[in-house]
């Protein structure tokens, strides 16, 4: 086995990390065999297209900078060995699907992440410009770009960080534009490289590119396969607490997370459908059509009682504030068949010291939580409750994941969320939506963006 640490090449130059001839690195026991790795590629002298998320931001700010943080690794493995970067993610949603319309808006660029990137790593990074039209994005890489990848190649600037991935017209279509994207990204590099286990969804830069360069994964969408072992394979008792704003997109994980939970709480509008469902109530901003899903959960559950109901909570006049008087704490025990309900918008804290929610958080081996309770910046005092009861559990395993379940946890619990970045008692994943895509599928190998980097790899080489 090779040493960890510096150590001469045949170049004479030094290399950081694992010797590439003599094994896989620390997590290739739990990763497919097949899965091709960042630190097999050879990259001297190569430009390599690295897909991150970096969706960490909102109306031009950052939130958090923890889903770039963890990308470091990559970046800092692919420059020293050689390679010169072109960075993309996407952030935010700037495709309406119902007007077919792309919006490039300030919101939503990439410039407050290169600012960040430039400031911890001091390398220049260049944000190219494209024309785009009004209504459908970036339509076409020109041209232009050619310069900048000239001078990425002789060392003049440090990388190439490229617009919003989903300001092309090409990223998430799926015909004629995404291919004339796709070739058009590959013609820009020798290799690619996906650290975005976040970005689960099948997109021009996240699957097809992988058809045609030699693709491999990153240093953080390793760890992250590797960890998420923890929630396929959990220590028992595992409750699961899954929350979210629709309940038809969770329709699928949550059929699946349910045949493996031990126990299961539910939060936000997932929740608040799953109560009309079950005691025939209506509340404001619930579905009928989602009712109508939640209704398979609630008569599985009646002889199983694996989801643990949340007995108090939050009902507001409104959503815009915590108003005096406009808003109330409510008991499902009052429940009757037929009432409406204003909108409920969060969890009375309460609610995790009650009996069985405050016993079964208590006494798991494995959590995990991909779940924000309340409609935030408001109703934050549920999720901020729920934060704290969990950690009582010192010997469970913790398992955190999502974009909004880490901003929250870190804005109401600050301290608690760096102990948490080192403590071996938590994990923290960058992507909660994948990792429910990972119980659907039953496999982290399973997600469609991984399965393009084993199967597109060999002819390639
Ligand atoms: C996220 O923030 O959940 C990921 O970046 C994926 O974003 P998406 O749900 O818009 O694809
Ligand atoms: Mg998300």
Redesign the pocket.
């Known amino acids: 086995m090779a040493p960890y640490g510096p150590e001469s090449n045949n170049n004479g130059t030094l290399q950081i990390g694992y010797s590439v001839d003599d094994e896989r690195g620390s997590n290739a026991a739990s990763l497919d065999p097949k899965l091709p790795l960042l630190q097999e590629a050879d990259l001297r002298d190569k430009v390599v297209l690295l897909r991150v998320?970096h969706?960490v931001v909102k109306k031009g700010k950052i939130l958090d900078q923890y889903?770039i943080d963890v990308t470091l690794p990559t970046m800092f493995n692919i420059v020293q060995r050689g390679g010169r970067l072109i960075v993309m993610t996407?952030i935010?949603?700037p495709f309406d699907k119902k007007n077919k319309s792309i919006t490039i808006s300030s919101d939503d660029s990439v410039d407050a992440v290169v600012a960040y990137l430039q400031r911890k790593l001091r390398i220049k990074f260049v944000v190219p410009e494209f024309h785009h039209s009004d209504k459908d994005g970036i339509l076409d890489i020109d041209t232009s770009i050619n310069w900048l990848i000239h001078d990425l190649r002789s060392r003049k600037i440090g990388g190439v960080y490229l617009p919003n991935t989903r300001w092309f017209a090409g990223e998430e279509d799926k015909g004629e534009k995404m291919e004339r994207f796709v070739v058009q990204l590959a013609g820009l590099a020798d290799v690619y490289v996906n650290d975005?286990f976040?970005?689960?969804?099948s997109h021009a830069s996240t699957y097809h590119i992988a058809k045609y360069l030699p693709s491999f994964a990153g240093l953080c969408m390793q760890d992250e396969l590797s960890n998420v072992k923890a929630v396929l394979e959990p220590k028992r008792p595992f409750v699961a607490i899954v929350a979210g704003a629709k309940y038809d997109t969770k329709i699928g994980p949550l059929t699946e997370i349910y045949k493996k939970v031990d126990k299961l709480i539910l939060g936000g509008v997932i929740y608040n459908t799953y109560l009309c469902a079950k005691y025939d109530i209506s509340i404001a901003g619930v579905q009928e059509s989602d009712i109508d899903l939640a209704r398979g959960l609630v008569e599985l559950d009646k002889k199983q009682k694996k989801v643990l109901d949340l007995p108090l909570l939050v009902e507001s006049d409104t959503l815009d504030g915590r108003y005096k008087n406009k808003f109330r704490t409510i008991s499902i025990e009052e429940f009757q068949a037929g009432k409406e309900y204003k909108y409920i918008v969060d969890v009375d804290p309460a609610s995790f010291e009650s009996g069985e929610v405050r016993e079964s958080l208590s006494s798991a081996k494995a959590i995990f939580v991909n779940a924000v309770m309340g409609l935030m910046p408001h109703f934050w005092h549920g999720t901020s409750k729920m934060d704290e009861v969990i950690d009582r559990n010192t010997g469970a395993q913790k398992l955190f994941g999502?974009?909004?379940t880490l901003q929250v946890f870190k804005s109401l619990h600050p301290g608690l969320y760096h102990e948490a970045l080192d403590s071996p008692k938590y994990y923290l994943f960058t992507?909660?939506?994948?990792v429910l895509k990972v119980i659907e599928e039953g496999n982290p190998f399973g997600l469609d963006t991984v399965k393009a980097l084993i199967n597109g790899h060999k002819d390639k080489l």
């Open positions: 998320d969706n889903r996407h935010g949603r975005a976040g970005s689960w969804q999502g974009g909004d992507g909660g939506g994948t």
